[in-house]
């Protein structure tokens, strides 16, 4: 399963450290997710999709 994370922040402006200190994670973290290295937790992607404004089944793509 592959992510929009990159794509959808960067059309809102926003850096991996700005979206990292509004979901209470590092920075490192949000990059770990965007390079496909980590899944977040369902709270984690809820949190990110709320930032981004946007609904947690817009984050991810199924590539299968």
């Known amino acids: 399963m592959k992510n929009r ?6 059309s809102v402006n926003l850096s991996q450290k700005e979206i990292a200190v509004r979901c ?9 997710i965007e390079n496909d290295k980590y ?7 809820f949190n990110i999709a709320s930032v981004l404004d946007t609904k947690v089944d817009e984050l991810f793509i199924n590539d299968s």
């Open 39 to 45: 899944d977040p937790t369902l709270q984690l992607a």
């Open 24 to 32: 209470n994670v590092s920075r490192q973290t949000i990059n770990a």
């Open 5 to 10: 994370i990159r794509e959808l922040r960067k």
